[in-house]
């Protein structure tokens, strides 16, 4: 593993990041403990949570997995580790009380009353990396600013960053940060993988010209990378299959974005070059992840050790030219497997 700085702030972590989002939901506590405790044996850090976990969110685990977080922080050292964690923002507003009928918003009070939360769960004075889940375009960036640079101020948080956030929403609050002189986002979180890259268009750019890093999720494509999924299967527990079997329309149509045939050619293709030079596809797709040169730190996740350890796999494992090569004639051949038309990026 080797450690790398989180944008221009002063935070340094390993270019691995222990994701939690399965914490209190498809993880119960004790294997919780287990996956944090290899993680952190293994050299890991950096651990990456948010209020609304567990995943898939509801009014009834809102706010678990931070809590399970922090119950095992408390066993650590807390230098020792870097706790990132985030603000839902308007992407799921119903899911913190007491706002009714409507949706949240990155305005001054809830950030507020976010932060307050989010310490006394996972029980420490201050959050090392702070982030907006999702972007709340409908309001002036200097609001929400203003009111994260506060919290820096304060000694609450250390640094700040975004989630699911657009080149122009990025760009944007940069610029709002820079004409106000407030805090400014270091980090971006958004999904990047061997079925979703398109993150290496605009986002890129703006990361290495502006120093910001991005912090890649679900860099095994939500597990169709693993090949859980091929042949038409949906395992039992796994997040799609529960989508597409019984989740709404919302969630219908994001497990097809993630399960279909052109994902699905793609998992089986990866497969076989991972095949060729020894490794599971899990190790080929984190290892691909670490090797750009605008990621900070890439987020895995898991439900047990037994997962974790693929993804451990992938720690020291540097992809060749020839091997990147065959990866770039796969996306070539099958383009933006995560589009119904193959022709644009979500």
Known sequence: MERRRLGRSGIVVTDICMGTMTFGLQADEPTSFA???RAYEAGIDFFDAAEMYPVPPSAGTFGITEEIVGRWLKTKLRGEVILATKITGPGHGWFRPPVRGGFTALDRRQI???????LRRLQT???DLYQTHWPDHGMRQEDTLEALTELVKQGKVR???CSNETSWGLMKNLWASEKHHLARFDTVQNNFSLINRRCENELAQVCRMEGVSLLPYSPLGGGVLTGKYSGGALPVG?????YLVNGGERQQRMARRFVNERSLATADRLAGIAADIGVSVTALSVAWSRQHNFVGSTIIGATSVAQLNESLAAADLILDAQTLNRINELEVEIPNPMTEDG???L
């Open 112 to 118: 507020f009353q976010a932060c307050e939360d989010s």
């Open 35 to 37: 996956i944090m405790d």
């Open 238 to 242: 796994a997040r799609f299959s529960d």
């Open 159 to 161: 640094a700040i960053g």
């Open 125 to 127: 004075d201050y959050i």
């Open 343 to 345: 022709l644009r990026r």
